[in-house]
């Protein structure tokens, strides 16, 4: 199994930018789709950014798409999120994810298997 752990999330003002960090341990994520989702107070889990197993080809929900940057660094195993340009709609809990080898559907969270517990962003206008 692999364990994932979030980082980097805070308290920002609307237009400054974070770095998202997701640590992985117990097994190479190199054999791991990863992905990021969120999830506001009274609201599904919803998703932000996924990357394939080589970081040959990324997938963004249309609300951050030009904004946000998804990228892995498998010698280090690691994935990132840089999230620039945040709006206040961007506050959630954000969670990373993986699935082994190739999720049905990068986009659905039913799809991955493991999850991080969550950081938390909050974005003040």
């Known amino acids: 199994q692999v364990q994932l752990v979030e980082s980097g999330g805070g308290l920002v003002q609307a237009g400054d930018s974070l770095r998202l960090s997701c640590a992985a341990s117990?097994?190479?994520?190199?054999?791991?789709?990863m992905g990021w989702f969120r999830q506001a107070p009274g609201k599904e889990r919803e998703f932000v950014a996924a990357?394939?197993?080589?970081?040959?080809?990324?997938y963004y929900s249309d609300s951050v798409k030009d904004r946000f940057a998804i990228s892995r660094d498998n010698t280090k195993n690691t994935v990132s999120l840089q999230m620039n340009s945040l709006k206040p709609e961007d506050t959630a809990t954000y969670y990373c994810?993986?699935?082994?080898?190739?999720?049905?559907?990068?986009?659905?969270?039913?799809?991955?298997?493991?999850w991080g517990q969550g950081t938390q962003v909050t974005v003040s206008s």
């Open positions: 117990g097994r190479t994520i190199s054999t791991y789709s």
């Open positions: 990357i394939n197993l080589t970081g040959s080809s990324t």
């Open positions: 994810a993986a699935e082994y080898l190739v999720p049905r559907n990068f986009r659905s969270p039913h799809e991955y298997a493991y």
